[in-house]
């Protein structure tokens, strides 16, 4: 039951501590800002992995 507790206390702290230590400070004022950068293979990035998720769901049930 400790572990457990444990366990879920510090997923809990890494993802409260991770989302803060991720924030950018906002620009000066002479800085242009620039619209973020496109990831032009994500979605096949995302199709490929459904599909080893579906295939090992799959398999998991035979």
Known sequence: MLMKLQRNIICFAAILFSATLSAQPPFDEGVDDVPAA????IALVIAVGLAFGFKAVRTNKD
């Open 38 to 41: 496109a990831i032009p293979g």
